[in-house]
């Protein structure tokens, strides 16, 4: 069964660092996502990302966030300046050619104290 | 704003009987149509995605699609206990921005 992986599993953060959220997608997916899913909320939509750029964000995906695929196998979420509200768990997912292909990472709890 | 909309739940069914899972959309723009299962801190799991107007089957699943009512569902056969999870249906313009919809909690009883 393929796997996407994500690390850390769990990762607290003060308020204003900067934060790195690691992710392993299915190694010949082609689409790339993050989404967040704050304690008892719905799954947010934060950013795709296809032939090594973004393709589409949401609303919640501002300045503050960045995402790199840097080594052709991990794809990162970055947090520059972590605020409060940005505690979720937050999820990788990749998918292949064809969206039932769909995969989603375990997920990084990010708790900002 | 785009807004996708679930039964509140929770819902219960006996195990065996048919669950049915309503979801409806906002924008008329959508062109695929998800349903994905999630079980309690874990995270989501896509069971079924349809893009054309009907009925598509997996098993005990079966996706119902109307564009226009805007409107989807799942039916689960033979429910299983097994199937207790929180069900999100999620509507897609091109498969970049996904719209979830609050989740509906399903408990089938033993």
């Known amino acids: 069964e393929p796997e996407v992986t994500q690390t850390p599993s769990h990762q607290v953060t003060q308020m204003g660092q900067e934060v790195i959220l690691r992710c392993v997608p299915i190694s010949n997916h082609l689409y790339f996502y993050w989404y967040r899913q704050i304690l008892g909320q719905k799954v947010e939509f934060l950013v795709s990302?296809?032939?090594?750029?973004?393709?589409?964000k949401s609303e919640i995906f501002d300045d503050q966030f960045s995402v790199e695929r840097p080594d052709g196998s991990n794809f990162t979420l970055k947090i520059r300046s972590t605020k409060l509200e940005d505690s979720a768990m937050y999820f990788c997912?990749?998918?292949?050619?064809?969206?039932?292909?769909?995969?989603f990472g375990p997920g990084t709890r990010l708790t900002v104290t | 704003q785009k807004e996708v909309e679930q039964n509140s739940g929770p819902l219960s069914v006996p195990e065996g009987a048919i669950a049915s899972l309503n979801c409806t959309y906002s924008?008329?723009?959508?062109?695929?149509f998800f349903w994905y299962r999630q079980y309690s801190g874990k995270s989501p799991e896509l069971i079924m995605f349809?893009?054309?107007?009907g009925d598509k089957e997996d098993g005990r699943f079966t996706a119902q699609l109307n564009k226009a009512s805007q409107y989807v569902s799942l039916l689960i056969r033979d429910s299983q206990p097994s199937d207790s999870a929180t069900y999100l249906c999620a509507v897609a313009r091109d498969g970049q921005n996904f719209v979830f919809g609050p989740g509906t909690r399903l408990s089938v009883l033993p």
């Open positions: 997912a990749s998918a292949g050619t064809g969206f039932d292909e769909q995969y």
């Open positions: 349809i893009y054309s107007n």
């Open positions: 990302f296809y032939n090594n750029e973004i393709s589409e």
């Open positions: 924008d008329r723009g959508s062109q695929s």
